[in-house]
């Protein structure tokens, strides 16, 4: 297959020539080069502008029609300051020439030039200094996220370019006038504050202030039939549209939520010593929003079902919302005070956001165990990703912004965190405190790279940054941890670590974390500096020989840390959560990897600790690994010997419970591998009556859960009881969603083939997050004998939606496709798609190889039935 990022130049369609270096973190001197003209928005284009442009400012109008087929009209007036003449200047706009009504450069009208996603705006008619642009033209859809009764825009990372022409790059930034005329029974929400509105023929328009300074990929505004609440006696007014029905969500989370943002605000202040910087802090709950939130300034945008949270909500689930809101108010001062450079650091906005999110937790929930939440939180997340053969480093290059969706991942939301815990280790919390202070005073409202903040840091540091930075952030991979223990007249004489790449390699990566002597009656805890590939503790020599030692126990180390038999007899007698759920995670990683403990034993062991643990993360952890066990590294015959016991005892570990919390936690667990007929038989009692076990209180949502979980496993008449389902539904978002997921529930397996080839079409792909539960159907361990067949057409479908999809989608529509799969044939059929594209987008091919790792594992790990 050709290379599409090569056929512009193949085909002869540059417009201009170009010759200067490339580099991803500096810009280069390109004040008299040309740059070629390529989809996307390259670097080289990046920099020439960047080099050229200043003073960029938008004043927009969009008419937005009621009816979601109609066009957006809208016309734009585009101002900047350019620094020298004699070259074209490319707009980005990737839409239909057609789109485009009108362009006048500086009050001439000028021939319209739309070629490779860009318009391009004739030098002859730019002058020194001062320029404006004006444009008629029709909006974009891709990005306006249109639905029956309200609309939203989600630009990030270069979507800005396929609603309006835009320099559509995070090192311009600028100030966006916004005017919205809309149908007059819709609200709306925008960055900036509302100046004024008017009444005109049934509709209404909304003039708004010049925004602050953004990027464009945080340029935004949300418009429907949503409802407003507001909360205007706090220290901070604050105002939140959603289109949430349900009355006892609302009654239960709207002061949770307006409570948790002045929470956050407060800590970022005090911790940054800088005043939340913007105009306004407002935003809005999205039904079935792509991500779990956007931090759009003055116009956060969040999935709704994040938010709104019921009686029956669980601590893990509380917690989750303040991360969330946590992390999108973090974004304020990191990300949207200071933007990076070029999306090839936008790992940096994302693990400061993380970071920060884990700090404020700590402090705003009651009973939130912070370095317990870090621990299950990231590890287990950023190992999936840093273990498989499409393994990333957290700073990547970027040649072209139409691959920064690539970027996002596991990686950086969670190996990054990791990381920065381990550097704010290395300095101690007040120097880097203070670094991160002068950071953001430096760059405030401006532009920054990885480089420039580390430069800052290493200022107040005697360690070597460079060095450090070199492995942990600039390399993909983790360290494998092994240990010689040597002992004399039941004493430690020697105790020695070494480390090397799991790959085989000789790095290492410097690090603290501490290991446990762990004995009958208590533990000794042992902080380890592991500045070399092989370190002796020399603390523990002269120690009490351990029943066994528990490496990482405090959570904060990373890699894939040693275990023997001796760790499972003694781990449940561990008092503290933290050091049982490093224990939990070094057993899963170990038996990953084929040492020590094989999938079989782990989930014998893992059946011990249902009634024993009570700690809702670790049991969420523990719970997590038994059903990814059960289901992907046990033969289905041994599968469907073990289900009527395994049942049994999670439900048996639930009657015994106290805590609520912990009840529905194992109720999703025997929902979730419910196989006999007798599990089967009792969850649909529990559906058709809605009664719940006792001491678990079940929502709609839980409902509708359990009614697609029966239809999955063709339970019966399946198809009327979904109708009953959607019968019992009120909400008319879910009702929505259940509708959609209803072909990919049914026990028709040529309903289920011809809902597959719809989702070929991008207008059926729309809702993504529907996709997803609805591929998870489609591709249930249970159905893989019938939807193997569309794992090549899913794989030949991702290039179009990588081009197509907002920034997760890619990642996630290959996480549920493979998810499930076991087989040799399945590993085959990835492994043939990738020998016959050599020329494969790299970044895609890393995305097909960390969702098929599972597959290649359970390749190795499950006796394959011939």
Same mark, same amino acid.
């Given at each position: 297959?050709? /290379?599409?990022?090569?056929?512009?130049?193949?085909?002869?369609?540059?417009?201009?020539?170009?010759?200067?270096?490339?580099?991803?973190?500096?810009?280069?001197?390109? @004040?008299?080069?040309? #740059?070629?003209?390529? &989809?996307?928005?390259?670097?080289?284009?990046?920099?020439?502008?960047?080099?050229?442009?200043?003073?960029?400012?938008?004043?927009?109008?969009?008419?937005?029609?009621?009816?979601? %087929?109609?066009?957006?009209?809208?016309? %734009?007036?585009?101002?900047?300051?350019?620094?020298?003449?004699?070259? &074209?200047?490319?707009?980005?706009?990737?839409?239909?020439?057609?789109?485009?009504?009108?362009?006048?450069?500086?009050?001439?009208? #000028?021939?319209?030039?739309?070629?490779?996603?860009?318009?391009?705006?004739?030098?002859?008619?730019?002058?020194?200094?001062?320029?404006?642009?004006?444009?008629?033209?029709?909006?974009? /859809?891709?990005?306006?996220?249109?639905?029956?009764?309200?609309?939203?825009?989600?630009?990030?990372?270069?979507?800005?370019?396929?609603?309006?022409?835009?320099?559509?790059?995070?090192?311009?930034?600028?100030?966006?006038?916004?005017?919205?005329?809309?149908?007059?029974?819709?609200?709306?929400?925008?960055?900036?504050?509302?100046?004024?509105?008017?009444?005109?023929?049934?509709?209404?328009?909304?003039?708004?202030?010049? *925004?602050?300074?953004?990027?464009? $990929?945080?340029?935004?505004?949300?418009?429907?039939?949503?409802?407003?609440?507001?909360?205007?006696?706090? &220290?901070?007014?604050?105002?939140?549209?959603?289109?949430?029905?349900?009355?006892?969500?609302?009654?239960?989370?709207?002061?949770?939520?307006?409570?948790?943002?002045?929470?956050?605000?407060?800590?970022?202040?005090?911790?940054?010593?800088?005043?939340? &910087?913007?105009?306004?802090?407002?935003?809005?709950?999205?039904p079935d929003f792509q991500y779990g939130g956007m931090e759009h300034v003055g116009a956060i945008q969040y999935k709704a079902s994040t938010l709104f949270l019921d009686e029956g909500a669980t601590q893990d689930q509380k917690i989750s919302r303040s991360s969330l809101i946590s992390h999108e108010t973090a974004h304020m001062w990191f990300g949207d005070l200071v933007t990076m450079e070029w999306f090839n650091d936008v790992w940096m906005k994302e693990v400061f956001a993380n970071f920060m999110a884990d700090k404020i937790t700590q402090v705003a929930v009651a009973n939130a165990n912070y370095d317990l939440k870090f621990l299950v939180d990231h590890l287990p997340a950023a190992y999936g990703v840093d273990r498989t053969a499409g393994a990333n480093?957290?700073?990547?290059?970027?040649?072209?912004?139409?691959?920064?969706?690539?970027?996002?991942? /596991?990686?950086?939301?969670?190996?990054?965190?990791?990381?920065?815990?381990?550097?704010?280790?290395?300095?101690?919390?007040?120097?880097?405190?203070?670094?991160?202070?002068?950071?953001?005073?430096?760059?405030?409202?401006?532009?920054?790279?990885?480089?420039?903040?580390?430069?800052?840091?290493?200022?107040? @540091?005697?360690?070597?940054?460079?060095?450090?930075?070199?492995?942990?952030?600039?390399?993909?991979?983790?360290?494998?941890?092994?240990?010689?223990? =040597?002992? /004399?007249?039941?004493?430690?004489?020697?105790?020695?670590?070494?480390?090397?790449?799991?790959?085989?390699?000789?790095?290492?990566?410097? =690090?603290?974390?501490?290991?446990?002597?762990?004995?009958?009656?208590?533990?000794?805890?042992?902080?380890?500096?592991?500045?070399?590939?092989?370190?002796?503790?020399?603390?523990?020599?002269?120690? +009490?020989?351990?029943?066994?030692?528990?490496?990482?126990?405090?959570?904060?180390?990373?890699? #894939?840390?040693?275990?023997? @038999?001796?760790?499972?007899?003694?781990?449940?007698?561990?008092?503290?959560?933290?050091?049982?759920?490093?224990?939990?995670?070094?057993? $899963?990683?170990?038996?990953?990897?084929?040492?020590?403990?094989?999938?079989?034993?782990?989930?014998?062991?893992?059946?011990?600790?249902?009634?024993?643990?009570?700690?809702?993360?670790?049991?969420?952890?523990?719970?997590?690994?038994?059903?990814?066990?059960?289901?992907?590294?046990?033969?289905?015959?041994?599968?469907?010997?073990?289900?009527?016991?395994?049942?049994?005892?999670?439900?048996?570990?639930?009657?015994?419970?106290?805590?609520?919390?912990?009840?529905?936690?194992?109720?999703?667990?025997?929902?979730?591998?419910?196989?006999?007929?007798?599990?089967?038989?009792?969850?649909?009692?529990?559906?058709?009556?809605?009664?719940?076990?006792?001491?678990?209180?079940?929502?709609?949502?839980? $409902?509708?859960?359990?009614?697609?979980?029966?239809?999955?496993?063709?339970?019966?008449?399946?198809?009327?009881?979904?109708?009953?389902?959607?019968?019992?539904?009120?909400?008319?978002?879910?009702?929505?969603?259940?509708?959609?997921?209803?072909?990919?529930?049914?026990?028709?397996?040529? %309903?289920?083939? +011809?809902?597959?080839?719809?989702?070929?079409?991008?207008?059926?792909?729309?809702?993504?997050?529907?996709?997803?539960?609805?591929?998870?159907?489609?591709?249930?361990?249970?159905?893989?004998?019938? *939807?193997?067949?569309? !794992?090549?057409?899913?794989?030949?479908?991702?290039?179009?939606?990588?081009?197509?999809?907002?920034?997760?989608?890619?990642?996630?529509? !290959?996480?549920?496709?493979?998810?499930?799969?076991?087989?040799?044939?399945?590993?085959?059929?990835?492994?043939?798609?990738?020998?016959?594209?050599?020329?494969?987008?790299?970044?895609?091919?890393?995305?097909?190889?960390?969702?098929?790792?599972?597959?290649?594992?359970?390749?190795?790990?499950?006796?394959? #039935?011939?």
């Open positions: 297959m050709k /290379n599409k990022y090569l056929w512009p130049l193949q085909q002869g369609l540059l417009l201009f020539s170009f010759a200067a270096a490339v580099s991803c973190t500096k810009p280069m001197s390109v @004040t008299s080069a040309s #740059v070629p003209v390529v &989809p996307g928005v390259s670097k080289p284009l990046a920099d020439f502008r960047m080099a050229q442009l200043s003073k960029v400012a938008y004043d927009l109008h969009f008419t937005i029609p009621a009816q979601k %087929e109609a066009p957006v009209l809208a016309s %734009e007036v585009l101002s900047f300051h350019l620094k020298e003449t004699g070259q &074209p200047l490319q707009l980005d706009f990737k839409e239909r020439t057609e789109n485009l009504k009108q362009v006048k450069v500086n009050q001439k009208v #000028v021939p319209i030039s739309h070629t490779q996603e860009h318009l391009i705006l004739p030098a002859q008619y730019l002058k020194k200094g001062e320029n404006q642009v004006e444009i008629e033209f029709v909006a974009g /859809n891709l990005s306006l996220n249109r639905q029956q009764d309200f609309l939203y825009t989600l630009l990030v990372p270069d979507r800005a370019r396929t609603v309006f022409p835009c320099f559509d790059q995070p090192s311009l930034k600028a100030t966006f006038k916004l005017t919205l005329t809309l149908p007059q029974e819709w609200k709306a929400i925008a960055n900036a504050p509302l100046q004024d509105s008017a009444m005109s023929a049934g509709q209404k328009t909304y003039r708004y202030q010049n *925004s602050d300074i953004l990027p464009t $990929y945080l340029f935004s505004f949300a418009a429907g039939k949503f409802d407003h609440v507001a909360q205007a006696n706090g &220290p901070r007014p604050m105002h939140f549209l959603h289109h949430e029905t349900d009355k006892e969500k609302l009654q239960q989370s709207l002061p949770a939520i307006f409570q948790i943002h002045q929470d956050a605000l407060r800590f970022m202040e005090e911790y940054t010593a800088i005043p939340y &910087p913007f105009q306004k802090f407002d935003y809005v709950a999205i480093p957290i700073r990547q290059p970027l040649d072209n912004l139409q691959d920064a969706g690539s970027m996002y991942g /596991n990686i950086i939301y969670h190996k990054a965190p990791v990381m920065m815990r381990q550097l704010e280790r290395l300095m101690g919390e007040e120097a880097f405190r203070k670094g991160l202070q002068q950071y953001l005073k430096t760059y405030a409202n401006g532009n920054a790279t990885w480089p420039d903040l580390i430069q800052i840091l290493d200022h107040l @540091t005697p360690a070597d940054l460079q060095a450090w930075n070199q492995v942990w952030v600039n390399e993909p991979g983790r360290p494998q941890f092994d240990y010689t223990l =040597q002992t /004399n007249a039941g004493k430690i004489s020697r105790l020695t670590i070494r480390q090397q790449g799991e790959d085989g390699s000789a790095r290492f990566w410097p =690090q603290h974390f501490e290991i446990a002597l762990v004995y009958p009656d208590h533990l000794k805890e042992i902080t380890v500096n592991m500045n070399q590939p092989e370190v002796t503790l020399a603390t523990a020599a002269g120690e +009490a020989v351990p029943s066994f030692i528990l490496f990482n126990s405090t959570g904060q180390g990373y890699g #894939v840390f040693p275990v023997d @038999t001796q760790t499972q007899q003694g781990l449940y007698t561990l008092q503290n959560p933290v050091a049982r759920a490093s224990a939990y995670i070094n057993l $899963y990683e170990n038996m990953q990897n084929g040492r020590e403990i094989t999938p079989p034993q782990l989930l014998n062991f893992y059946r011990l600790g249902l009634s024993r643990e009570q700690e809702e993360l670790n049991l969420k952890l523990m719970t997590g690994q038994l059903s990814d066990i059960f289901w992907r590294f046990l033969p289905a015959s041994q599968r469907a010997a073990l289900a009527p016991l395994l049942e049994q005892e999670v439900w048996s570990a639930l009657e015994k419970a106290s805590s609520g919390n912990v009840k529905k936690l194992l109720f999703k667990t025997y929902q979730g591998i419910a196989l006999s007929p007798a599990a089967q038989d009792r969850l649909y009692q529990i559906w058709d009556k809605e009664q719940a076990p006792t001491g678990v209180r079940l929502t709609e949502d839980d $409902y509708t859960s359990l009614a697609q979980s029966l239809a999955v496993r063709d339970y019966q008449n399946s198809p009327q009881l979904l109708a009953r389902q959607l019968a019992r539904i009120s909400n008319p978002d879910r009702k929505k969603r259940l509708q959609f997921l209803l072909p990919a529930l049914s026990s028709d397996v040529k %309903e289920r083939d +011809a809902f597959f080839a719809s989702l070929k079409k991008e207008e059926n792909r729309e809702v993504e997050s529907w996709v997803l539960s609805a591929l998870g159907y489609l591709h249930h361990p249970l159905r893989t004998a019938t *939807s193997e067949k569309y !794992l090549k057409e899913s794989l030949d479908l991702l290039e179009e939606i990588q081009l197509t999809s907002d920034i997760f989608f890619p990642a996630s529509w !290959l996480s549920a496709t493979l998810g499930s799969y076991q087989s040799a044939e399945a590993a085959t059929t990835v492994r043939t798609f990738l020998e016959t594209h050599p020329n494969y987008n790299p970044k895609l091919k890393a995305k097909i190889l960390q969702a098929a790792d599972g597959v290649f594992r359970a390749e190795k790990l499950v006796p394959q #039935v011939k």
